[in-house]
T-cell receptor, first 115, second 108 residues
């Protein structure tokens, strides 16, 4: 199974809502990532988990809260978002992380709209 | 952290033609990767070339790497409509950093 799954595919939320994005992989990868991608731009890294521990936080606002309950699951909890947070949120995984980067496997993304 | 530059920004070609796109970066790297993204979907890894390699092939893809010029190119030969997508180079400093991307449109 070489697939990364993400749910939901689409999400519309108000600025006062709390919602969560979910990501799952069963490839035995020990590194998992959250990216944010705006239209016609490259993905921007938000968080990296390595061996279920948060290893990189790219100065992401606290209204985004990541969680890695186990080696196969990655969540992104959303609270009090702003309209500018509307974007495609991509999850990815790789065998390991580090300077000698391994190829990353991406999920299809969650299209988030904040109203 | 750096972001790579890619050119051209956009490319429109006829089916069957070749497409070439270039990527440049600023610091030393261990490897460089290319990814494809179909409209509004996740990225798909195409090829990884290590810093001690100069050229690599995968099917209709050919990637070159010139570490002295800090640049890489991706060639897609005999293009098909299904190759219509955005193509990103990516390289690592402390994280995987993506180039700005080249949007390729293959006309039938």
């Amino acid at each position: 199974d070489t697939e990364v799954t993400q749910t939901p595919k689409h999400l519309v939320m108000g600025m006062t809502n709390k919602k969560s994005l979910k990501c799952e992989q069963h490839m035995g990868h020990r590194a998992m990532y959250w990216y944010k991608q705006k239209a016609k731009k490259p993905p921007e890294l938000m968080f990296v988990y390595s061996y279920e521990k948060l290893s990189i936080n790219e100065s992401v606002p606290s209204r985004f809260s990541p969680e890695c309950p186990n080696s196969s699951l990655l969540n992104l909890h959303l609270h009090a978002l702003q309209p500018e947070d509307s974007a495609l949120y991509l999850c990815a995984s790789s065998y390991f992380t580090g300077q000698d980067s391994y190829e990353q496997y991406f999920g299809p993304g969650t299209r988030l709209t904040v109203t | 952290s750096q972001q790579g530059e890619e050119d051209p920004q956009a490319l429109s070609i006829q089916e069957g033609e070749n497409a070439t796109m270039n990527c440049s970066y600023k610091t030393s790297i261990n490897n460089l990767q290319w990814y494809r993204q179909n409209s509004g979907r996740g990225l798909v890894h195409l090829i990884l070339i290590r810093s001690n390699e100069r050229e690599k092939h995968s099917g209709r893809l050919r990637v070159t790497l010139d570490t002295s010029k800090k640049s890489s190119s991706l060639l897609i030969t005999a293009s098909r409509a299904a190759d219509t997508a955005s193509y990103f180079c990516a390289f690592n400093d402390y994280k995987l950093s993506f180039g700005a991307g080249t949007t390729v449109t293959v006309r039938a």
